[in-house]
């Protein structure tokens, strides 16, 4: 069975950077897609970034795009997300999750979830 386990997650100020990790386990990592979802207090979860299970293609949410970067370690079964010039609104719940055949972009898409890791930014 596929474990998710994230970390990284904090307080930081206002233009402030975090970098979320995201170990893999119980399966071969490189076998999956990989996303970063966030989930704010009263709202959907939606998805923000993903990458191939290869690297080689990924893809942002326009509300992050320049400002967060998605990668993977496949030799360390790790996912990454660099966020930098965190705003406010990039406060919430973050979640990694497993897609065992493409690189999707909704909830629905995925097959395995991390228990999450909250981040929170204060202006």
């Known amino acids: 069975q596929v474990q998710l386990v994230e970390s990284g997650g904090g307080l930081v100020q206002a233009g402030g950077s975090l970098t979320l990790s995201c170990a893999l386990s119980g399966r071969t990592f490189s076998s999956y897609a990989m996303g970063w979802f966030r989930q704010a207090p009263g709202k959907e979860r939606k998805c923000v970034a993903a990458?191939?299970?290869?690297?080689?293609?990924?893809y942002y949410a326009d509300s992050v795009k320049g400002r967060f970067t998605i990668s993977r370690d496949n030799a360390k079964s790790t996912l990454y997300l660099q966020m930098n010039s965190l705003k406010p609104e990039d406060t919430g719940v973050y979640y990694c999750?497993?897609?065992?055949?493409?690189?999707?972009?909704?909830?629905?898409?995925?097959?395995?979830w991390g228990q999450g890791t909250q981040v929170t930014v204060s202006s």
């Open positions: 999750a497993a897609d065992r055949y493409s690189m999707g972009t909704t909830v629905p898409d995925y097959d395995y």
């Open positions: 990458i191939a299970w290869s690297g080689a293609n990924s």
